[in-house]
């Protein structure tokens, strides 16, 4: 039987969050038994792919695999990792940091209905530093694409065949940004769901740091400028 719903959790040294995680994950599943959680382990060099084989073996309700990446690739490569093995009819995905609450961002399952994509707003409090660095990066993106990404934290939701029409090539934390671009080049009705962003439940951001930022940036342009020769 075909899971209704796929959810692809990527995690890197989440041994201390990914147990939690996973239970607010099917906590929020609408049906476990028809969902599938896929979660990458992305070349964790702690106790995270031992946490999650005793997760998938434990599991009596949802379905859980395990991707696991025997380096570290970063965001971009986990995410086309666990998408590629998800199965679900919709496939979204949550980090493994705990800093989402899914059952917010399956709020939008709704609106597949009448849209190609769900992208999820941010709603973050008392990130100063963050807010600031994510409002040039979305001025950027408004002025190179005429897009209004002001928001998006990554997160999306998307039905499978809608899926298979994209061709991400970023293997970088790009990868999230380029679905969205992509999407919007392509013309695509999208839609939007908010969620509220929640401290860490252990551990230190890997994506926010001024080298990941950097290279968002450098491929930011070049994106565009693959756009403007028809790549």
Known sequence: MTPQLSVVIPAFNEQESLEATVKAVVA????????????????????????????????????????????????????????????????????????????????????LDTSDIVLVRRNSRGQVGRNIVSSIMYGLIRVLFGFNATGYCGIFIIGRERWQQLTIRSGDVFFTLEVALRARHAGWKISYVTAEWRPRRAGRSKVFRPTVMLRNVIELFRFRIALWTGR
């Open 28 to 111: 929020a599943l609408p049906d476990p038994a028809r969902s599938e959680l896929v979660i990458v382990n992305d070349g964790s060099t702690d106790g995270t792919l031992a946490v999650a084989t005793t997760i998938a073996e434990s599991s009596t309700t949802a379905s859980v695999v395990v991707v696991d990446r025997p380096t570290n690739g970063g965001m971009g490569q986990a995410l086309a990792s666990g998408f590629a093995r998800a199965t679900g009819d919709v496939i979204t995905w949550i980090p493994g940091d705990g800093e989402y609450d899914l059952d917010e961002v399956l709020h939008g399952l709704e609106n």
